[in-house]
């Protein structure tokens, strides 16, 4: 049922901003990424590409939290430090009153992937390149019962699965449940196209594909074709503008 699903909200999910970037936060990814190894390593870390990552060191754009955290996270430095140069560089020393741990410990970096999953007729997949990653808050990913390795993020489209999943909305796939045990939404692919939708099981084994847009047909899949069917995993999250 669509309560089952998280919607985002603040302090939940993708939560907390970073510090004003302060003046030589050049200098300082420069140094992280020294400390990675290469400035292709620290791209990686960061999720960015090296020439954004030079942008970055020459202060000619605005790097984001997930590619601050990968950048900390990778090189040893506080992030706290790396965005504002105040407090201690160093991972594992003291911070200020105000605070509450590293913010790279706080914060799981999701992967998402330049999949356009289909609530409406189907997407087909040629290859899974992962664009981005996001944080998502570890002790929200705990008390869900979330492994972050387990998962993953991608782009829905089309309105079959509305109003609870829009054209453009951004899922949350847990892939370690890739069974079919409750009324949810699930994110399957039949014949190289990937879809979202609710799936339920039937006394005889089989499963109902349904939409949440009435104006969308239900489907049936029989015990025999269930056993072949590639499951992704179950939706768990949904975000969208506003």
């Given amino acids: 049922m669509a309560k089952k699903n998280h919607k985002s909200e603040q302090g939940e999910g993708n939560g907390r901003e970073l510090p004003n970037l302060a003046p030589g936060i050049?200098?300082?990814?420069?140094?992280?990424?020294?400390?990675?190894?290469?400035?292709?390593?620290a791209a990686n870390e960061a999720g960015v590409s090296e020439d954004m990552l030079y942008r970055y060191i020459?202060?000619?754009?605005?790097?984001s939290f997930?590619?601050?955290a990968g950048?900390?996270?990778?090189?040893?430095?506080?992030?706290?430090?790396?965005?504002?140069?105040?407090?201690a560089?160093?991972?594992?020393?003291?911070?200020?009153?105000?605070?509450?741990?590293?913010?790279a410990d706080e914060y799981a970096l999701i992967p998402r992937y330049d999949i356009h999953v289909?609530?409406?007729?189907?997407?087909?997949?040629?290859?899974?390149?992962?664009?981005?990653?996001?944080?998502?808050r570890r002790d929200w990913l705990r008390r869900e019962g979330?492994?972050?390795?387990?998962?993953?993020?991608v782009t829905t489209k089309g309105d079959s699965m509305e109003p609870t999943?829009?054209?453009?909305?951004?899922?949350?796939?847990?892939?370690?449940?890739?069974?079919?045990r409750d009324d949810s939404i699930y994110v399957l692919q039949v014949d190289g196209d990937v879809f979202a939708k609710r799936l339920q099981r039937d006394w005889e084994g089989g499963v109902w594909v349904r939409s949440d847009n009435p104006q969308y047909q239900d489907q049936h899949i029989t015990a025999e074709s269930y056993r072949q069917l590639k499951i992704v995993g179950r939706v768990v999250w949904i975000g969208r503008r506003v």
């Avoid at 560089?89 to 913010?103: H, P, T, V």
């Avoid at 409406?120 to 040629?126: D, E, K, P, R």
């Fill in 66 to 68: 997930s590619a601050m």
């Fill in 26 to 41: 050049g200098n300082r990814i420069k140094l992280a990424a020294e400390r990675i190894g290469s400035r292709r390593s």
């Fill in 165 to 180: 999943i829009g054209d453009g909305d951004l899922v949350l796939v847990d892939t370690s449940r890739n069974e079919v």
């Fill in 146 to 153: 979330f492994a972050p390795d387990q998962l993953a993020l």
């Fill in 58 to 63: 020459r202060e000619q754009g605005a790097p």
């Fill in 89 to 103: 560089q160093e991972e594992g020393k003291a911070l200020s009153d105000a605070g509450g741990g590293n913010l």
């Fill in 118 to 136: 289909s609530a409406g007729h189907g997407s087909a997949v040629y290859e899974e390149n992962e664009v981005q990653r996001m944080a998502f």
């Fill in 71 to 87: 950048l900390a996270r990778a090189s040893g430095i506080r992030l706290e430090w790396l965005a504002t140069g105040e407090d």
